[in-house]
């Protein structure tokens, strides 16, 4: 029956970006950035426990990256009796939502789709005013979450179908799927719809309830997706949302006894605490929690002497720079075989350094990295990059005239070698660094050469090298002939090898997976 239904939920399409580059369409975003001025600066939003909205008396600001002197709007600062109330009610709901069924939880999903797709550009600009996205970055997140919805929508059924065994002759043996309990949900300030939203849909498909704790940079794009699931249906006690500081929230809600898994993208630094953490039994638990932590990269374009040079410039310039290289996707290293490097670099330089650097709710085409903090973090590469490489663009502050943001101007350090920090350390900004290869397999040895092993591109014309790239690039998403972000729900499964996390491919036809447990039953007649 339920093969009939997922038919029912078929075909699918990724969800269209919108083109900003039609008048009307601009005109349509610039609007929805005034609406959401007047609707939402300046305003307090709740917490949500048990299904209530709870105002809180402690209030921290969001900040405008693009002009930090501007207070976007304020959240809640949660308090410990908040987080273990909201634990508890996550428990209570756990026990119905657990038995509730997958044509309840598709139809919520898909209904959310239809609510979010009415709103992209609301939900755009309100991402583009806590977290520095450009109108196209944003678009493009808001996009992955429709997509999301209407992935899992299909993911919870097909999950529900169970899977078939080798048959007994005197038994009837089934193996299906049950939910864990209570998720925690943790997430990162830089994707802040599509990530939370992807872990907390993997959790409630699967039939588990969730505690959603966004980054404090960026509450408000995850609070509109809890809001909007709401409105689509969804019980109102299964996710519990919680703003607030991290000694409240971070160990304290990872030690809970009462937590069974947590699912994190982040920082390696915290996603490692939270792996040891989690894996001491607390008194009282019942169970060994899991951790779900997907965490940075070191990711490299490999170009070939055969490769389409131009094609790979565009590539490596878009990868690297969009949303000032603040993904874990983004291109920071460019390993080039000796005979194109020059070239390459060239090429590679003259499309940066047109990259203007400016203001992302006129959408510019880089705007401000989150904070000045994250900005003077970033310079302290670029400085001591001086002294290890060959400066080849960038490294001064850009004129934004008298905002106060994070502003970094696309860098490119040339004849980085493998052991520079520039080769080996997530930078998180806009910063790239190119080395030379002897050969197009030094270059893959080279790419190899890293704790993290998240995406990567290969350019080469040359069917064996790309299979050779294939076998032996050590990631978990290779792009051949392609950009190495971007990755889509559904289709591109997303997850890394090595220091890079526990490889659980969101979007992918395994990642509810990682929510469920496993029952055999046995039956004799
Ligand atoms: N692999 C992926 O899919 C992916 C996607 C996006 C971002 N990232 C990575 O995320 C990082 C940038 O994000 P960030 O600066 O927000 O990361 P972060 O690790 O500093 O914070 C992530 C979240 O963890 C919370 N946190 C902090 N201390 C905690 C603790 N002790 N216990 C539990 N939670 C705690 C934060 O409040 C935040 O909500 C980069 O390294 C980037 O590569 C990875
Ligand atoms: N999924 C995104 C990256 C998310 C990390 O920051 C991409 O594929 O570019």
Excluded at 67 to 83: I, L, S
Excluded at 156 to 165: D, H, N
Excluded at 394 to 418: K, M
Excluded at 451 to 466: E, I, M, N, Q, V
């Amino acid at each position: 029956m339920t093969d009939t239904l997922l038919g029912g939920f078929l075909p699918f399409e990724h969800e269209p970006y919108f083109n900003f580059a039609q008048d009307t369409v601009a005109a349509l975003q610039r609007a929805a950035f005034q609406q959401v001025r007047q609707r939402y600066v300046g305003q307090h939003f709740p917490l949500y426990i048990g299904g209530k909205r709870v105002e809180g008396d402690d209030l921290f600001e969001v900040r405008n990256p693009a002009d930090t002197r501007e207070v976007v709007w304020h959240f809640p600062r949660a308090t410990p009796e908040q987080r273990d109330q909201a634990v508890a009610a996550a428990q209570t709901a756990f026990e119905e939502w657990r038995l509730s069924d997958p044509l309840q939880r598709a139809t919520i999903f898909k209904r959310a789709a239809e609510l979010l797709r009415a709103r992209r550009m609301e939900f755009n600009a309100v991402m583009t005013l806590e977290n520095g996205k450009n109108w196209a970055e944003a678009d493009g997140e808001v996009a992955e979450s429709v997509d999301h919805f209407e992935v899992f929508a299909r993911e919870t059924l097909r999950w529900a179908q169970g899977k078939p065994v080798y048959p007994m002759p005197d038994e009837h043996v089934t193996t299906v799927y049950e939910p864990i309990g209570v998720v925690a949900c943790i997430s990162p300030w830089n994707f802040p719809s599509a990530i939370p939203l992807g872990m907390a849909l993997g959790a409630i498909a699967a039939g588990n309830t969730v505690v959603w704790k966004p980054a404090s940079e960026t509450p408000l794009s995850s609070l509109l997706m809890v809001e909007l699931l709401f409105e689509a249906g969804l019980p109102r006690g299964v996710i519990q949302f919680l703003t607030g500081t991290d000694d409240v929230l971070g160990d304290p809600l990872v030690d809970h006894k009462d937590i069974r898994m947590i699912a994190f993208t982040g920082s390696r630094e915290i996603g490692c605490r939270i792996y040891e953490r989690a894996a001491r039994v607390q008194p009282g638990q019942k169970w060994l929690k899991r951790v779900m932590a997907e965490m940075g990269g070191k990711d490299p374009t490999v170009v070939c002497a055969d490769g389409d040079l131009e094609a790979a410039a565009l590539g490596i310039v878009q990868s690297a720079f969009g949303y000032a290289g603040q993904k874990c996707s983004a291109c920071s290293r460019v390993i080039a075989e000796d005979s194109v490097y020059d070239e390459l670099l060239e090429r590679v330089r003259a499309l940066a350094a047109e990259i203007q650097v400016g203001l992302p709710e006129d959408n510019a085409p880089v705007g401000p990295v989150i904070s000045a903090g994250s900005a003077e973090r970033i310079m302290k590469y670029v400085h001591s990059g001086k002294n290890t490489a060959r400066l080849v663009l960038g490294s001064e502050h850009p004129d934004v005239g008298e905002r106060q943001g994070g502003y970094v101007q696309p860098t490119i350090f040339a004849d980085v070698a493998p052991e520079d920090p520039l080769f080996q350390e997530e930078i998180f900004g806009p910063v790239l660094a190119f080395t030379r290869a002897r050969d197009w397999q030094h270059a893959i040895d080279l790419a190899n050469d890293s704790d993290y092993g998240l995406t990567a591109a290969f350019y080469s014309r040359d069917p064996h090298k790309l299979a050779e790239a294939r076998r032996r690039m050590h990631v978990g998403n290779l792009y051949l002939n392609r950009k190495c972000t971007g990755a889509l729900s559904g289709t591109h499964a997303f997850g890394g090898y090595g220091m890079s996390g526990t490889n659980a491919k969101v979007g992918g036809p395994d990642y509810l997976f990682w929510f469920l447990q496993t029952k055999t039953v046995a039956q004799r007649y």
